[in-house]
């Protein structure tokens, strides 16, 4: 078994297909953005937390389902909520909470067989990870992709807020100091704005099968 990083910018179309790759494939999915929110989720209900004592302070699970727990209460929800989505660039660019995640998910990955998606599983958390993948589409596709998700969860909002505020974290993600999002030198390109959901998971698929 190998681990598949796929990376790249908000709303790409990252974890749909990841999720499909996993279950293609036998694998496991690891959502590390989740983890990320889960902590900026944290930081809300605990103001004054130690950033030196977060491993202490933080127990972060992922259900067989793929619900996620933080300190045993599910919060699968919470951590969609908009509030948690605008504050989680600014918690990711702490280098205490990227330590933290970035031991969490190579200890989770030591045991290969993962699909992790993420920003910087392949430049960073895993850069010997056997496949690379990094995921792109143009602002409105993905701000259109996002609408459909947000209006399903009953939150009208409007498109273009979605498509200012996906620029701004994606602005955010590539210009902070530590682990910016950015394409590793042996990541595969793959651009989904004219590729279907299937098409992108065999492309992947096939490129994983080609190095087990
Ligand atoms: O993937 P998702 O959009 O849920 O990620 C939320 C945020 O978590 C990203 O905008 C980014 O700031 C942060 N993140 C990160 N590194 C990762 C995954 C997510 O910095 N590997």
């Given at each position: 078994?190998?681990?598949?990083?796929?990376?790249?910018?908000?709303?790409?179309?990252?974890?749909?297909?990841?999720?499909?790759?996993?279950?293609?494939?036998?694998?496991?999915?690891?959502?590390?953005?989740?983890?990320?929110?889960?902590?900026?989720?944290?930081?809300?209900?605990?103001?004054?937390?130690?950033?030196?004592?977060?491993?202490?302070?933080?127990?972060?699970?992922?259900?067989?389902?793929?619900?996620?727990?933080?300190?045993?209460?599910?919060?699968?929800?919470?951590?969609?909520e908009?509030?948690?989505?605008?504050?989680?660039?600014?918690?990711?660019?702490?280098?205490?909470?990227?330590?933290?995640?970035?031991?969490?998910?190579?200890?989770?990955?030591?045991?290969?067989?993962?699909?992790?998606?993420?920003?910087?599983?392949?430049?960073v958390?895993?850069?010997?990870?056997?496949?690379?993948?990094?995921?792109?589409?143009?602002?409105?596709?993905?701000?259109k992709?996002?609408?459909?998700?947000?209006?399903?969860?009953?939150?009208?909002?409007?498109?273009?807020?979605?498509?200012?505020?996906?620029?701004?974290?994606?602005?955010?993600?590539?210009?902070?100091?530590?682990?910016?999002?950015?394409?590793?030198?042996?990541?595969?390109?793959?651009?989904?704005?004219?590729?279907?959901?299937?098409?992108?998971?065999?492309?992947?698929?096939?490129?994983?099968n080609?190095?087990?």
């Amino acid at each position: 078994m190998i681990n598949i990083a796929i990376d790249g910018p908000a709303a790409a179309g990252k974890s749909t297909i990841a999720k499909r790759v996993a279950t293609n494939l036998g694998y496991k999915y690891l959502d590390t953005g989740a983890m990320y929110r889960a902590i900026t989720l944290f930081f809300h209900e605990n103001s004054d937390t130690d950033l030196n004592k977060l491993a202490e302070l933080i127990d972060i699970e992922f259900s067989q389902e793929g619900k996620l727990f933080l300190n045993d209460k599910d919060v699968t929800d919470k951590i969609r909520e908009s509030h948690i989505t605008k504050n989680v660039s600014q918690v990711a660019s702490l280098r205490e909470v990227r330590e933290f995640l970035v031991d969490l998910q190579r200890k989770i990955a030591s045991k290969k067989g993962y699909v992790l998606d993420g920003r910087d599983i392949g430049s960073v958390v895993l850069p010997d990870a056997e496949l690379k993948v990094f995921m792109t589409a143009s602002p409105e596709v993905r701000a259109k992709r996002r609408l459909i998700e947000e209006h399903s969860r009953g939150n009208m909002i409007e498109l273009s807020t979605l498509i200012d505020e996906i620029i701004e974290r994606d602005t955010s993600d590539m210009t902070r100091d530590i682990s910016p999002l950015i394409q590793a030198d042996d990541a595969v390109l793959v651009s989904t704005d004219e590729l279907s959901i299937d098409e992108v998971t065999n492309e992947i698929v096939e490129l994983a099968n080609k190095k087990v």
